[in-house]
Nanobody
Framework: QVVLAESGGGLVQAGGSLRLSCVASGSIFSINTMGWYRQAPGKQRELVANMIIRGTTNYADSVKGRFTISRDSAKNTMYLQMNSLNPEDTAVYYC?????????????WGQGTQVTVSS
């Protein structure tokens, strides 16, 4: 069993910053990919950014230059630094991990953390 625990969401004014954290715990053999998705009311869940373990990162066009994904491998922790936030970034942000455990490889999701950007 693998658990992803997110933290760092909240309410911020437009132009402000937040840093989200996601800690992976459990019977982890290796983490292949970790990433952040978000879902705004009435919209589909979308990829914000992810990091493949060998270092490749991907960003949604809407966040390039404003958001930075990083990872502390020793702590199985992933971060999302969000700068220059705008109201369109308001959503529930979910941590995702593609994890190899003993016996297989699975996808895991966190419970989500709310980010609200006021204008």
């Amino acid at each position: 069993q693998v658990v992803l625990a997110e933290s760092g969401g909240g309410l911020v004014q437009a132009g402000g910053s937040l840093r989200l954290s996601c800690v992976a715990s459990g019977s982890i053999f290796s983490i292949n990919t970790m990433g952040w998705y978000r879902q705004a009311p009435g919209k589909q869940r979308e990829l914000v950014a992810n990091m493949i373990i060998r270092g490749t990162t991907n960003y949604a066009d809407s966040v390039k230059g404003r958001f930075t994904i990083s990872r502390d491998s020793a702590k199985n922790t992933m971060y999302l630094q969000m700068n220059s936030l705008n109201p369109e970034d308001t959503a529930v942000y979910y941590c995702h991990a593609d994890v190899t455990i003993l016996g297989g490889r699975n996808n895991y999701w966190g419970q989500g953390t709310q980010v609200t950007v006021s204008s």
